[in-house]
């Protein structure tokens, strides 16, 4: 079993900054490698960024790159998603992704973001 919490979301200009954070508990040994997605209203949820376990190779949605930076920190279980250059079309729920190895993966259960024009 494994929890995902997320926080950091909130409301900010566009051209602003916010910082998301998914801290991972439970059978975090398993992880493979960490996502973002987010879900606009009236969208399907889409891929934003990911980020292996292990070796920290990282991977980008076309519309986020260059203004967002997925990090980890593996001694605190705890992915980030820096995002700068906020836009109006960044507004959705923010959810992080686990992908374990043996085990089930699982979703967080989101985290606001809107950027307000």
């Known amino acids: 079993q494994v929890q995902l919490v997320e926080s950091g979301g909130g409301l900010v200009q566009a051209g602003g900054s916010l910082t998301l954070s998914c801290a991972a508990s439970?059978?975090?040994?398993?992880?493979?490698?960490m996502r973002w997605y987010r879900q606009a209203p009236g969208k399907e949820r889409e891929f934003v960024a990911a980020?292996?376990?292990?070796?920290?190779?990282?991977n980008y949605a076309n519309s986020v790159k260059g203004r967002f930076t997925i990090s980890k920190d593996n001694a605190k279980n705890t992915m980030y998603l820096q995002m700068n250059s906020l836009k109006p079309e960044d507004t959705a729920i923010y959810y992080c992704?686990?992908?374990?190895?043996?085990?089930?993966?699982?979703w967080g259960q989101g985290t606001q973001v809107t950027v307000s024009s």
């Open positions: 439970g059978r975090t040994e398993r992880t493979i490698d």
């Open positions: 992704y686990a992908r374990h190895l043996g085990i089930a993966d699982y």
């Open positions: 980020i292996t376990w292990g070796g920290g190779a990282t």
